[in-house]
Protein backbone atom coordinates (compact mmCIF):
# COMPACT_ATOMS: atom_id res chain seq x y z
CA UNK A 1 0.00 0.00 0.00
CA UNK A 2 1.20 3.35 -0.70
CA UNK A 3 2.33 6.08 1.86
CA UNK A 4 -0.51 8.30 3.20
CA UNK A 5 -0.49 12.12 3.46
CA UNK A 6 -2.86 14.39 5.06
CA UNK A 7 -3.31 17.63 3.28
CA UNK A 8 -6.10 16.57 0.71
CA UNK A 9 -8.07 14.77 3.43
CA UNK A 10 -9.39 18.04 4.74
CA UNK A 11 -12.54 18.48 2.66
CA UNK A 12 -13.26 15.14 2.73
CA UNK A 13 -13.64 15.51 6.64
CA UNK A 14 -15.92 18.52 6.89
CA UNK A 15 -18.93 16.47 6.20
CA UNK A 16 -18.10 14.60 8.89
CA UNK A 17 -16.79 16.90 11.71
CA UNK A 18 -19.99 18.27 13.17
CA UNK A 19 -22.25 14.78 14.45
CA UNK A 20 -20.79 13.46 17.13
CA UNK A 21 -20.62 10.13 15.82
CA UNK A 22 -23.94 9.00 14.46
CA UNK A 23 -25.35 5.65 14.23
CA UNK A 24 -23.76 3.89 11.12
CA UNK A 25 -23.81 0.34 9.97
CA UNK A 26 -20.16 -0.33 10.76
CA UNK A 27 -19.70 -2.97 13.61
CA UNK A 28 -17.99 -1.97 17.14
CA UNK A 29 -14.72 -1.48 17.70
CA UNK A 30 -13.47 -3.21 20.82
CA UNK A 31 -12.62 -1.40 24.07
CA UNK A 32 -9.12 -3.25 23.85
CA UNK A 33 -8.40 -2.61 20.53
CA UNK A 34 -5.00 -1.23 19.89
CA UNK A 35 -6.44 2.14 18.03
CA UNK A 36 -7.70 3.42 21.05
CA UNK A 37 -4.22 3.55 22.33
CA UNK A 38 -2.70 4.54 19.51
CA UNK A 39 -4.85 7.50 18.79
CA UNK A 40 -4.82 8.65 22.86
CA UNK A 41 -0.83 9.02 22.11
CA UNK A 42 -0.93 11.07 19.44
CA UNK A 43 -3.11 12.96 21.02
CA UNK A 44 -1.54 13.37 24.09
CA UNK A 45 1.65 14.08 22.37
CA UNK A 46 0.15 17.58 20.41
CA UNK A 47 0.81 15.46 17.46
CA UNK A 48 -3.41 15.09 16.03
CA UNK A 49 -5.87 17.53 16.87
CA UNK A 50 -9.44 18.14 15.72
CA UNK A 51 -11.65 15.73 17.35
CA UNK A 52 -15.44 16.88 18.72
CA UNK A 53 -14.79 17.78 22.42
CA UNK A 54 -11.06 18.84 21.71
CA UNK A 55 -9.13 15.83 23.11
CA UNK A 56 -9.42 12.13 22.58
CA UNK A 57 -9.26 9.99 25.99
CA UNK A 58 -10.06 6.17 24.43
CA UNK A 59 -12.95 6.80 26.99
CA UNK A 60 -15.79 5.53 25.15
CA UNK A 61 -16.51 3.15 22.79
CA UNK A 62 -16.47 3.77 19.04
CA UNK A 63 -17.29 1.90 15.62
CA UNK A 64 -15.15 1.60 13.00
CA UNK A 65 -16.55 3.87 11.42
CA UNK A 66 -16.05 6.55 14.37
CA UNK A 67 -12.72 5.47 14.50
CA UNK A 68 -12.03 6.17 11.07
CA UNK A 69 -13.63 9.74 10.89
CA UNK A 70 -10.59 9.68 14.23
CA UNK A 71 -7.75 8.54 12.01
CA UNK A 72 -9.51 11.01 9.04
CA UNK A 73 -8.77 13.86 11.32
CA UNK A 74 -5.23 12.99 12.37
CA UNK A 75 -4.70 12.87 9.23
CA UNK A 76 -5.64 16.11 7.73
CA UNK A 77 -4.33 17.71 11.19
CA UNK A 78 -0.95 16.10 12.25
CA UNK A 79 1.77 18.09 13.36
CA UNK A 80 4.84 17.80 11.55
CA UNK A 81 6.71 19.75 14.19
CA UNK A 82 5.89 17.41 16.72
CA UNK A 83 5.64 14.40 14.72
CA UNK A 84 8.30 11.64 15.20
CA UNK A 85 8.45 8.62 13.07
CA UNK A 86 7.23 6.69 15.68
CA UNK A 87 4.13 8.23 15.54
CA UNK A 88 4.20 8.25 11.20
CA UNK A 89 4.06 4.66 11.51
CA UNK A 90 1.31 4.36 14.19
CA UNK A 91 -0.74 6.34 11.70
CA UNK A 92 0.06 4.14 9.00
CA UNK A 93 -0.89 0.95 11.02
CA UNK A 94 -4.38 3.19 11.60
CA UNK A 95 -4.45 3.84 8.13
CA UNK A 96 -3.74 0.16 7.09
CA UNK A 97 -6.85 -1.42 10.00
CA UNK A 98 -9.28 1.30 8.52
CA UNK A 99 -8.80 1.17 5.02
CA UNK A 100 -12.45 0.34 4.03
CA UNK A 101 -13.92 2.68 6.25
CA UNK A 102 -11.68 5.62 5.10
CA UNK A 103 -12.36 5.17 1.61
CA UNK A 104 -16.34 4.89 2.34
CA UNK A 105 -15.72 8.19 4.09
CA UNK A 106 -14.36 9.83 0.96
CA UNK A 107 -10.94 9.59 1.86
CA UNK A 108 -9.16 8.13 -0.83
CA UNK A 109 -5.50 7.00 1.01
CA UNK A 110 -3.56 6.33 -2.28
CA UNK A 111 -4.05 9.70 -3.74
CA UNK A 112 -2.34 11.02 -0.27
CA UNK A 113 0.93 9.73 -1.16
CA UNK A 114 3.17 12.96 -1.95
CA UNK A 115 2.54 14.71 1.63
CA UNK A 116 3.55 12.17 4.33
CA UNK A 117 6.48 11.45 1.89
CA UNK A 118 7.17 14.77 2.80
CA UNK A 119 6.37 13.83 6.50
CA UNK A 120 8.83 11.20 6.55
CA UNK A 121 11.67 13.06 5.33
CA UNK A 122 11.00 15.85 7.23
CA UNK A 123 10.27 14.70 10.50
CA UNK A 124 12.92 14.78 13.52
CA UNK A 125 13.96 18.63 12.51
CA UNK A 126 16.99 19.39 11.05
CA UNK A 127 18.95 17.15 8.14
CA UNK A 128 22.28 17.75 8.41
CA UNK A 129 25.08 16.53 6.25
CA UNK A 130 28.42 17.99 4.99
CA UNK A 131 31.64 17.60 3.02
CA UNK A 132 35.20 17.87 3.82
CA UNK A 133 38.15 18.27 1.35
CA UNK A 134 42.11 18.21 2.56
CA UNK A 135 44.85 18.71 0.45
CA UNK A 136 48.73 17.57 0.85
CA UNK A 137 50.14 19.20 -2.19
CA UNK A 138 53.78 20.12 -3.38
CA UNK A 139 54.70 21.99 -6.19
CA UNK A 140 58.23 21.95 -8.29
CA UNK A 141 59.48 25.60 -7.40
CA UNK A 142 58.73 28.20 -4.84
CA UNK A 143 58.05 31.07 -6.87
CA UNK A 144 54.60 32.23 -7.29
CA UNK A 145 52.27 29.88 -9.95
CA UNK A 146 48.95 28.72 -9.86
CA UNK A 147 48.98 26.15 -7.07
CA UNK A 148 50.63 28.64 -4.79
CA UNK A 149 53.67 30.69 -3.68
CA UNK A 150 55.58 27.54 -1.41
CA UNK A 151 56.70 23.78 -2.57
CA UNK A 152 54.58 22.26 -0.27
CA UNK A 153 51.20 23.64 0.58
CA UNK A 154 49.11 22.03 2.78
CA UNK A 155 45.50 23.34 3.66
CA UNK A 156 42.22 22.41 4.02
CA UNK A 157 40.74 23.22 0.37
CA UNK A 158 36.77 23.02 1.52
CA UNK A 159 34.08 22.19 4.24
CA UNK A 160 30.64 22.54 3.75
CA UNK A 161 27.50 21.71 6.26
CA UNK A 162 24.28 21.91 4.90
CA UNK A 163 21.44 21.79 7.13
CA UNK A 164 18.14 21.58 5.92
CA UNK A 165 14.78 22.27 7.94
CA UNK A 166 11.20 20.54 6.52
CA UNK A 167 9.21 23.54 8.12
CA UNK A 168 5.95 21.36 6.50
CA UNK A 169 5.03 19.92 3.19
CA UNK A 170 5.30 23.27 1.22
CA UNK A 171 8.00 25.34 3.03
CA UNK A 172 11.66 24.23 3.75
CA UNK A 173 14.66 26.09 4.98
CA UNK A 174 18.18 25.76 3.82
CA UNK A 175 21.80 26.86 4.95
CA UNK A 176 24.80 25.81 3.63
CA UNK A 177 27.84 27.52 6.12
CA UNK A 178 32.03 26.66 4.78
CA UNK A 179 34.56 27.74 3.54
CA UNK A 180 36.29 27.70 -0.16
CA UNK A 181 39.94 27.18 1.12
CA UNK A 182 41.12 31.08 0.58
CA UNK A 183 40.40 32.56 3.95
CA UNK A 184 40.10 29.56 6.32
CA UNK A 185 36.75 31.53 7.92
CA UNK A 186 33.82 30.31 8.55
CA UNK A 187 31.27 31.99 6.58
CA UNK A 188 27.38 31.60 5.65
CA UNK A 189 27.56 31.21 2.44
CA UNK A 190 23.61 30.13 1.70
CA UNK A 191 20.31 30.78 3.44
CA UNK A 192 17.24 30.83 1.84
CA UNK A 193 13.45 29.24 1.98
CA UNK A 194 12.04 27.51 -0.54
CA UNK A 195 8.33 27.21 -0.82
CA UNK A 196 5.66 25.12 -3.59
CA UNK A 197 3.54 28.46 -4.70
CA UNK A 198 0.45 27.75 -6.29
CA UNK A 199 0.22 26.39 -10.07
CA UNK A 200 3.49 24.37 -9.66
CA UNK A 201 5.82 27.17 -9.14
CA UNK A 202 8.50 26.79 -6.61
CA UNK A 203 10.28 30.18 -5.26
CA UNK A 204 13.48 30.64 -3.69
CA UNK A 205 14.20 33.50 -1.24
CA UNK A 206 17.13 34.71 0.34
CA UNK A 207 20.79 33.96 -0.45
CA UNK A 208 20.40 30.42 -3.20
CA UNK A 209 22.28 29.09 -5.76
CA UNK A 210 21.66 28.85 -9.71
CA UNK A 211 23.33 26.71 -12.46
CA UNK A 212 21.40 26.64 -16.02
CA UNK A 213 24.83 25.89 -17.89
CA UNK A 214 25.18 22.98 -15.23
CA UNK A 215 21.80 21.76 -15.31
CA UNK A 216 21.96 22.12 -19.47
CA UNK A 217 25.13 19.65 -18.78
CA UNK A 218 27.48 21.83 -20.62
CA UNK A 219 30.82 21.65 -18.30
CA UNK A 220 32.26 18.62 -16.44
CA UNK A 221 34.39 18.76 -13.73
CA UNK A 222 35.49 22.49 -14.13
CA UNK A 223 33.31 25.17 -13.74
CA UNK A 224 30.32 27.39 -16.04
CA UNK A 225 31.18 30.64 -17.72
CA UNK A 226 28.12 32.64 -16.40
CA UNK A 227 25.82 30.26 -13.99
CA UNK A 228 26.98 28.31 -10.85
CA UNK A 229 26.80 31.39 -8.87
CA UNK A 230 24.98 32.27 -5.60
CA UNK A 231 22.69 35.18 -5.49
CA UNK A 232 20.50 37.55 -3.01
CA UNK A 233 16.89 37.81 -4.37
CA UNK A 234 14.01 36.18 -5.27
CA UNK A 235 13.85 33.27 -7.59
CA UNK A 236 10.95 30.71 -9.14
CA UNK A 237 10.67 28.16 -11.38
CA UNK A 238 7.44 26.67 -13.36
CA UNK A 239 7.23 23.58 -15.15
CA UNK A 240 4.85 22.93 -17.99
CA UNK A 241 4.35 19.71 -20.54
CA UNK A 242 7.82 19.75 -22.45
CA UNK A 243 9.71 21.48 -19.98
CA UNK A 244 10.28 24.33 -17.64
CA UNK A 245 11.05 28.28 -17.31
CA UNK A 246 12.54 29.61 -14.88
CA UNK A 247 13.32 33.36 -13.85
CA UNK A 248 15.00 36.14 -11.38
CA UNK A 249 15.57 38.83 -9.96
CA UNK A 250 17.77 40.25 -7.42
CA UNK A 251 20.58 43.46 -5.94
CA UNK A 252 23.78 42.87 -4.63
CA UNK A 253 27.48 43.20 -5.41
CA UNK A 254 27.63 42.04 -8.96
CA UNK A 255 30.49 40.28 -10.18
CA UNK A 256 33.62 42.33 -10.75
CA UNK A 257 32.20 45.47 -10.10
CA UNK A 258 32.12 46.48 -6.32
CA UNK A 259 28.85 48.50 -6.65
CA UNK A 260 25.07 47.53 -5.90
CA UNK A 261 23.18 46.32 -8.68
CA UNK A 262 20.34 45.03 -10.23
CA UNK A 263 20.90 41.22 -11.69
CA UNK A 264 17.78 39.55 -13.80
CA UNK A 265 17.93 36.41 -15.26
CA UNK A 266 15.19 34.25 -17.18
CA UNK A 267 15.33 30.72 -18.92
CA UNK A 268 13.05 28.34 -20.72
CA UNK A 269 13.88 25.52 -21.56
CA UNK A 270 11.83 22.85 -23.95
CA UNK A 271 12.37 18.68 -23.86
CA UNK A 272 11.17 17.94 -27.85
CA UNK A 273 11.76 14.11 -26.75
CA UNK A 274 14.02 11.83 -25.27
CA UNK A 275 16.49 12.79 -27.88
CA UNK A 276 16.88 16.83 -28.40
CA UNK A 277 16.15 19.00 -26.20
CA UNK A 278 16.22 23.32 -26.51
CA UNK A 279 17.31 26.15 -23.95
CA UNK A 280 16.95 30.01 -24.12
CA UNK A 281 18.41 32.12 -21.07
CA UNK A 282 19.47 35.58 -20.46
CA UNK A 283 21.02 37.55 -18.22
CA UNK A 284 20.92 41.38 -17.48
CA UNK A 285 23.23 43.58 -15.04
CA UNK A 286 21.84 46.88 -14.71
CA UNK A 287 24.72 48.77 -12.28
CA UNK A 288 23.62 52.30 -10.69
CA UNK A 289 26.89 53.49 -12.10
CA UNK A 290 27.33 55.03 -15.80
CA UNK A 291 28.48 52.76 -18.85
CA UNK A 292 28.44 49.39 -16.79
CA UNK A 293 25.52 47.68 -18.01
CA UNK A 294 26.48 44.00 -18.82
CA UNK A 295 23.91 41.83 -20.50
CA UNK A 296 24.33 38.01 -21.82
CA UNK A 297 22.02 36.04 -23.84
CA UNK A 298 22.70 32.20 -25.47
CA UNK A 299 20.96 29.40 -26.93
CA UNK A 300 21.79 26.18 -25.96
CA UNK A 301 20.65 22.83 -27.50
CA UNK A 302 21.36 18.95 -27.27
CA UNK A 303 21.25 15.71 -29.56
CA UNK A 304 21.17 11.96 -27.76
CA UNK A 305 22.41 9.38 -30.71
CA UNK A 306 22.31 6.78 -28.58
CA UNK A 307 21.65 6.36 -24.59
CA UNK A 308 25.59 7.01 -24.18
CA UNK A 309 26.57 9.26 -27.06
CA UNK A 310 25.71 13.04 -27.01
CA UNK A 311 26.30 16.44 -28.86
CA UNK A 312 25.64 19.53 -27.32
CA UNK A 313 26.65 23.32 -26.93
CA UNK A 314 25.71 26.63 -26.78
CA UNK A 315 25.74 30.16 -28.81
CA UNK A 316 26.74 33.45 -26.73
CA UNK A 317 26.12 36.92 -27.40
CA UNK A 318 26.74 39.44 -25.13
CA UNK A 319 26.01 43.51 -24.50
CA UNK A 320 28.70 45.19 -22.57
CA UNK A 321 28.46 49.07 -22.25
CA UNK A 322 31.28 49.62 -19.96
CA UNK A 323 33.59 49.41 -24.12
CA UNK A 324 30.31 49.84 -26.08
CA UNK A 325 31.14 45.78 -27.42
CA UNK A 326 28.94 43.21 -28.31
CA UNK A 327 30.91 39.87 -28.89
CA UNK A 328 29.82 36.66 -29.19
CA UNK A 329 31.47 32.99 -28.05
CA UNK A 330 30.14 29.78 -28.96
CA UNK A 331 31.03 26.16 -27.78
CA UNK A 332 30.30 22.30 -28.81
CA UNK A 333 30.70 19.19 -27.19
CA UNK A 334 30.29 15.48 -27.56
CA UNK A 335 29.83 13.88 -24.60
CA UNK A 336 30.39 9.93 -24.83
CA UNK A 337 29.75 7.52 -21.67
CA UNK A 338 31.64 4.44 -20.44
CA UNK A 339 29.09 2.55 -21.15
CA UNK A 340 28.86 3.30 -24.98
CA UNK A 341 32.79 2.51 -25.32
CA UNK A 342 33.01 -0.02 -22.77
CA UNK A 343 36.77 1.26 -21.46
CA UNK A 344 36.43 4.88 -21.32
CA UNK A 345 34.39 7.59 -21.47
CA UNK A 346 34.92 11.04 -23.68
CA UNK A 347 34.48 14.75 -22.99
CA UNK A 348 35.45 16.77 -25.93
CA UNK A 349 34.98 20.51 -25.64
CA UNK A 350 35.90 23.40 -28.35
CA UNK A 351 35.27 27.04 -27.49
CA UNK A 352 35.71 30.03 -29.64
CA UNK A 353 35.72 33.79 -28.52
CA UNK A 354 35.50 37.07 -30.05
CA UNK A 355 38.42 39.05 -28.17
CA UNK A 356 36.11 41.35 -26.27
CA UNK A 357 34.25 38.47 -24.54
CA UNK A 358 34.14 37.88 -20.76
CA UNK A 359 32.67 35.87 -18.75
CA UNK A 360 31.14 36.04 -15.24
CA UNK A 361 33.06 33.07 -13.47
CA UNK A 362 36.86 33.48 -13.31
CA UNK A 363 38.55 30.15 -13.75
CA UNK A 364 36.54 27.78 -16.27
CA UNK A 365 38.81 25.15 -16.08
CA UNK A 366 41.01 25.70 -13.43
CA UNK A 367 39.99 22.48 -11.04
CA UNK A 368 43.83 21.43 -11.00
CA UNK A 369 46.01 24.05 -12.43
CA UNK A 370 45.14 25.61 -15.96
CA UNK A 371 43.34 29.50 -14.83
CA UNK A 372 42.23 31.22 -17.71
CA UNK A 373 40.25 34.97 -15.88
CA UNK A 374 37.12 36.57 -16.62
CA UNK A 375 38.50 38.46 -20.31
CA UNK A 376 38.73 34.95 -21.48
CA UNK A 377 38.68 36.29 -25.19
CA UNK A 378 41.44 39.37 -24.89
CA UNK A 379 43.87 36.05 -24.09
CA UNK A 380 42.49 33.48 -26.25
CA UNK A 381 40.71 33.31 -29.15
CA UNK A 382 40.03 29.47 -28.84
CA UNK A 383 40.16 26.93 -26.17
CA UNK A 384 40.35 22.72 -26.52
CA UNK A 385 39.75 20.92 -23.53
CA UNK A 386 39.38 16.88 -23.54
CA UNK A 387 38.45 14.30 -20.65
CA UNK A 388 38.62 10.84 -20.16
CA UNK A 389 38.00 8.79 -17.53
CA UNK A 390 37.70 5.39 -16.59
CA UNK A 391 35.63 3.37 -13.87
CA UNK A 392 37.51 0.16 -13.38
CA UNK A 393 35.22 -1.07 -10.22
CA UNK A 394 33.57 0.34 -7.10
CA UNK A 395 36.58 1.76 -5.53
CA UNK A 396 38.83 2.35 -8.34
CA UNK A 397 38.86 5.14 -11.02
CA UNK A 398 41.48 7.03 -13.49
CA UNK A 399 40.98 10.06 -15.61
CA UNK A 400 43.06 12.55 -18.02
CA UNK A 401 42.74 15.81 -18.50
CA UNK A 402 43.93 18.33 -21.51
CA UNK A 403 43.18 21.99 -21.83
CA UNK A 404 44.95 24.21 -24.62
CA UNK A 405 44.38 27.62 -24.80
CA UNK A 406 45.29 29.18 -28.70
CA UNK A 407 46.73 32.79 -27.66
CA UNK A 408 45.32 35.59 -29.53
CA UNK A 409 48.71 37.06 -29.71
CA UNK A 410 51.25 36.42 -32.30
CA UNK A 411 54.41 34.80 -31.46
CA UNK A 412 53.17 33.77 -27.63
CA UNK A 413 53.00 30.35 -26.38
CA UNK A 414 49.51 28.72 -26.06
CA UNK A 415 48.82 27.77 -22.99
CA UNK A 416 49.01 24.07 -22.20
CA UNK A 417 47.70 21.56 -18.87
CA UNK A 418 47.73 18.21 -18.23
CA UNK A 419 46.39 16.20 -15.60
CA UNK A 420 46.57 12.55 -14.42
CA UNK A 421 44.19 10.69 -11.80
CA UNK A 422 43.59 8.11 -9.57
CA UNK A 423 40.99 7.71 -6.88
CA UNK A 424 40.50 4.97 -4.40
CA UNK A 425 36.82 5.14 -3.11
CA UNK A 426 37.76 3.87 0.65
CA UNK A 427 34.53 3.63 1.52
CA UNK A 428 31.29 5.00 0.76
CA UNK A 429 31.90 8.18 2.63
CA UNK A 430 36.10 8.68 2.10
CA UNK A 431 37.92 8.95 -0.99
CA UNK A 432 41.70 9.79 -1.39
CA UNK A 433 42.76 11.26 -5.26
CA UNK A 434 46.11 11.26 -6.22
CA UNK A 435 46.96 13.80 -8.92
CA UNK A 436 49.76 15.21 -11.57
CA UNK A 437 49.13 18.27 -12.68
CA UNK A 438 51.61 20.04 -15.06
CA UNK A 439 51.09 23.41 -17.03
CA UNK A 440 53.18 25.46 -19.81
CA UNK A 441 52.48 29.39 -21.20
CA UNK A 442 50.18 31.12 -19.08
CA UNK A 443 50.11 34.73 -19.58
CA UNK A 444 51.26 35.98 -16.51
CA UNK A 445 53.46 33.14 -14.03
CA UNK A 446 56.16 30.49 -14.46
CA UNK A 447 55.44 27.36 -15.95
CA UNK A 448 55.00 24.68 -13.32
CA UNK A 449 53.81 21.08 -12.21
CA UNK A 450 52.44 19.64 -8.95
CA UNK A 451 51.81 16.40 -7.19
CA UNK A 452 48.56 16.68 -4.67
CA UNK A 453 46.74 14.19 -2.53
CA UNK A 454 43.05 15.05 -1.75
CA UNK A 455 41.27 13.29 0.88
CA UNK A 456 37.64 13.62 0.72
CA UNK A 457 35.01 13.33 3.05
CA UNK A 458 30.91 13.00 2.53
CA UNK A 459 28.92 13.11 5.41
Given at each position: ?????A??????????????????P??????????????????????????????????W????YE????????????????AS???????????????????A?????????S????????????H?Y?Q??F??????????????T???D???N??????V????D???????????G???????E????E???????????????F???????????????????????????K??????????V??G???G????????????????NE?????????????????R?????????????????A?????Y?????A??TTP????????????????T??????A????????????P??????????AI????D????V??????????T??????????R?????????W??????Q??????????????????T????????????V??
Amino acid sequence: MKKFAALVAVLALVAFAAPAFAANPFMDVPMNHWAYDAVSQLASRGVVSGYPDGAFKGEWKATRYEMASVVARALAYVDMNKASKQDLELLKKLVVEFKDELDALGVKVDELDSRVAVLEAGVGGWHIYGQMRFDAQFQSGTATSLYGTTDADWDMNRYRLFMVKQINDTTKFVIRIGDDGDTQELAWERYYVEIMMGWDVTAKIGHWDFDWQGDDGLYTDNDAWFTDRDLYGFYMVKPFAMGEFAAYVTRGDADGLAVETYEYGARVKFNFNENFWLSLNGIFQAADVANRDFNVWWAAAGVNFTPGIALKGAYYAEDIDANGTTPSAWQAIIDVSQDALGFTSVWLEYAAFDATFVTLTAAPWDNYGAYTGTAIGATYDSVWFVKLQQVWNDKWTTFERYLNGNKRAAGVDDLTDWTLGIVYQYNPAVAFELVYDSYEGHATVADDDMIRLRTTVNF
